[in-house]
């Protein structure tokens, strides 16, 4: 899609572009005129074409906003954390550009008099609008629906906030269309009927869950909808898990430049156009925020025997080189462990505690160091096989309605790949686990043990990849993000060899600085490394001079912009949010 999409994007969107404000901004149309446009399938796809910019990019999925969750650390805290958001007076997500680009178009394909043609178009900008109100509502909640193209004198434009009910009602108008009317043949670029019911797949799983745990009615019919999208994709579309050596398979399917056997719809890039990302930048820089993995993630991985590492005595104890031994290989293959190398080189990296304020150091997505200068080129994957996997056993144990049968066609499958044991319902929910239990308190009832691994599996199989934000915000689990975040632990002051290789990599020390090593690498404590004990040691400190704060009474949505509520006096503010 960043490839074969880009020429006609830039190009187009010289074409469409104007005002980008709240509302529904006006097209200049002596420029692009309905009258004399959208007749041929050509014109019909270079306009359609413009759509897949709405996606996120690279700095959206890993930068900006708060979508790792408690997953990751860096050396600031975002304000949704703090507990410090204001009402803005304008933007912060309200912004209505994109649909109006969409409603134009479908107002206007009709002067295609090819049917099959224009339903194929129609489904394509309707699987986009549905999108597009999906982030609506994940950040909102109630929003106005439009589906018809406005300018600022409609004074239908000045509608109240429609009920997320009403929204979602049309969403599922919209995805269904698409799913009947996209074509079926597979690609990575382009929206198909498969992409489509992995998007009500995703949808149904959030408001599902959403409203079950948010206490709002007609979650159970809309998880079985999850239920059936998923069944239909996993058993009709012809995708299936990649498979690779077990030490290396789960690494090489984010540093790849290639498409695999799961990859539904992805952002590609290509050294030729050229276009690139700095992801290797972004997290490997010792001046873009220090970012690492928190140890509540590296302790979710089970053992290889498919054992709970949580279980082990004083694991909390545990230093780097011993936590990662005989663990779910997964976790090697996201975050630095002991002789890792990186993709087309050959030293040994050890974790750079300068790079990463846990001490733990993303691997995922990380590829040679000779595009370590925001030259990356590997896929990004929007839409994978495994997500839909996942979705169809979370929503089949939330409702109550999950077997072993049911695990073994999606989970076991993810399991499978890494050599890791599959996942047993009734073991599980005979004997739920205490840790993974401890972060999600709302989930009770005969089903808790599967929900809890479910979960885990989820968070493990999909980290970095823009799910953990939300997925906390559908459980209604915001307290997770009001605890403290830890990083490596380290006994106290002193030398450390990280690897066990005979050699000292890390100095610990206060005070004056000792003389320096080649090689090594130095923290200073109480500056450069808090720990929770001081010079007594303990696991490292995150952020620890910032007050973390969550509200259950209003940070679950955002709150709508004061400008806008001034020129559109119908529209209310979402609850305990200050009126302005």
Sequence with gaps: MKIIKFICIVAFLGVVSSCNDGF????????????????TEAELKTYTNAFYGNF?????????????????????????????????ASGSGWDWTALRRINFFLENSSKCTDERVRARYDGLARFFRTWFYLEKIKRFGDVPWYDFVMDQNDER???????????????????????????TTKHTQEATKWTALALKSRMCLFEGTFRKYHGLPGWEAILRECVSASDDLITNSGYRVYTSTKDKVYQEMFVSDEPNSEMILALQYNHTIPLRHGLNFYTLSNSYGRPGVNRSLINSYLKTDGSRFTDTPNYVKMQWYEEMQNRDPRLTQTVRGPGHIRVNDTKVSLPVLSASITGYQWTKFVTSPADDN?????????????????????AKAELGDISQADIDKSIKLLRDRVGMPNL???????????????????????????????????????????FRYYDII??????????????????????????????????????????????????????????????????ILTNSTILKKWDENKDYLYPIPTQDRQLNKNLTQNPNWPLQ
């Design 24 to 39: 529904l901004e006006r097209y200049p149309l002596a420029s692009l005129s309905p009258e004399t446009y959208f007749r």
């Design 56 to 88: 996120p990019d690279v700095y959206d999925l890993f930068h900006n906003g708060p979508v790792a969750g408690d997953d990751e650390s860096n050396t600031s805290l975002r304000e949704e954390f703090r507990g410090v958001r204001v009402v803005p």
């Design 157 to 183: 434009l000045y509608k109240a906030r429609d009920s997320r009910e009403v929204v979602f009602n049309h969403m599922m108008e919209d995805i269904n269309y698409a799913i009947a009317n996209l074509p």
């Design 374 to 394: 925001s030259t990356n080129v590997n896929d990004i994957s929007l839409f994978r096989y495994a997500e839909v996997l996942l979705n169809y056993a979370e």
């Design 424 to 466: 047993i319902v009734a073991d599980a929910n005979q004997n739920p686990d205490p840790y993974i239990a401890n972060q999600y308190p709302r989930v009770t009832g005969a089903n808790k043990g599967i929900i809890l691994e479910i979960r885990r599996e989820r968070r493990i199989e999909l980290v970095r990849e823009g």
């Design 474 to 539: 559908r459980w209604k689990e915001g307290q997770l993000f009001e605890r403290v975040w830890h990083g490596m632990y380290f006994p106290g002051l002193g030398e450390y060899d990280l690897d066990h290789d005979g050699v000292i990599d890390l100095v610990i020390y206060e005070g004056t600085s000792p003389p320096q090593v080649l090689g090594r690498q130095y923290q200073k404590l109480g500056e450069e490394m808090i720990l929770e004990n001081g010079t007594a040691g303990g696991q």
